[in-house]
């Protein structure tokens, strides 16, 4: 183990050395190689690089979805390779909350049942007002009867969202959480997102395609190759796009040292 340095015990996501391959002996993809880091609590992390760089990896080792071949995840204090499967389960559905491209929502279920679906499946039962207010925050507060065929894509991420921070998670992970919306709608769901790092503290880490989207984020991490190669601090998307511009022309092995910055600890 590397020890990824945390004096203040501030990471809520650590990796440590992971490693992800994917097929045999003769076709071994080294989908994450060597992949160390530590995310702050109470920050909004944007993931991009290349197609086929690893980052849909990188989230699901991230959040326990998949396991890692080497290395290790630590999530909230927690070190997900010690968890059984069933374990996992229990952990990913109390302590992190998910966001994806396609919204995932119950068709049948209205928007309240929904929200509180995670709770339910906890065996917790939904308090009245924790609800409330936090359909107030993403802008649903008097639609709770409405199912989800019956709101805009906006509206259904709004009601994926909530569902999200509904059970206070140590962590958000968003898969391309805008990529179905029109641009304004986007800029809406990444303020509501922005929001709850700014107000209610809590961590996102999202992948994304978008330069945009990812200005939105305190910091970016640019993946190829399964590695990170690089970062940026509070981002503007022009800075965004022209990182993004430089790793496709690096082509298939992007030398961190090319960009003066590497990957960030
Ligand atoms: N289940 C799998 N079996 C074999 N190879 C895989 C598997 N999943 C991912 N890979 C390979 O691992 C590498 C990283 O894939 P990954 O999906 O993480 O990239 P990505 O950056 O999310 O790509 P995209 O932007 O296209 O979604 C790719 O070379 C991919 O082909």
């Keep these: 183990m590397t020890g990824t340095p945390?004096?203040?015990?501030?990471?809520?996501?650590?990796?440590?050395?992971?490693?992800?391959?994917?097929?045999?002996?003769?076709?071994?993809?080294?989908a994450l190689d060597n992949v160390s880091i530590g995310l702050d609590r109470g920050t909004f992390t944007a993931v991009m690089g290349p197609s086929g760089s690893g980052k849909s990896t990188f989230l699901h080792c991230a959040a326990g979805l998949d396991r890692p071949t080497s290395g290790s995840v630590l999530l909230d204090g927690v070190d997900l390779a010690k968890l059984k499967?069933?374990?996992?389960?229990?952990?990913?559905?109390?302590?992190?909350?998910?966001?994806?491209?396609?919204?995932?929502?119950?068709?049948?279920?209205?928007?309240?049942?929904?929200?509180?679906?995670?709770?339910?499946l906890a065996g917790k039962r939904p308090q009245k007002?924790?609800?409330?207010?936090?359909?107030e925050r993403v802008g649903l507060g008097?639609?709770?009867?409405?199912?989800?065929?019956?709101?805009?894509?906006?509206?259904?991420?709004?009601?994926a969202i909530a569902r999200a921070l509904i059970t206070r998670p140590a962590v958000i992970f968003g898969d391309e959480p805008t990529g179905a919306l029109d641009t304004y709608t986007a800029r809406e769901v990444l303020t509501l997102l922005r929001e709850a790092v700014e107000q209610a503290g809590q961590t996102i880490v999202m992948v994304t395609h978008d330069p945009v989207a990812a200005s939105?984020?305190?910091?970016?991490?640019?993946?190829?190759?399964?590695?990170i190669v690089d970062h940026l601090d509070r981002p503007t998307a022009d800075q965004v796009a022209e990182r993004m511009t430089h790793l496709g022309a690096w082509g298939t092995r992007p030398a961190a040292a090319a960009t003066g910055q590497g990957a960030p600890r």
């Design 216 to 227: 939105h984020a305190d910091r970016v991490l640019f993946l190829a190759d399964g590695r």
């Design 6 to 30: 945390d004096p203040q015990g501030r990471h809520v996501v650590r990796l440590e050395s992971v490693r992800k391959v994917y097929g045999g002996a003769k076709n071994e993809v080294a």
């Design 142 to 159: 008097g639609r709770e009867k409405r199912r989800p065929g019956e709101l805009s894509g906006g509206q259904q991420q709004r009601v």
């Design 129 to 135: 007002g924790a609800v409330a207010e936090v359909l």
């Design 85 to 120: 499967e069933r374990e996992l389960t229990t952990f990913r559905r109390e302590r992190i909350g998910f966001i994806f491209q396609a919204f995932n929502l119950l068709p049948a279920l209205s928007v309240l049942d929904n929200v509180t679906l995670p709770l339910r």
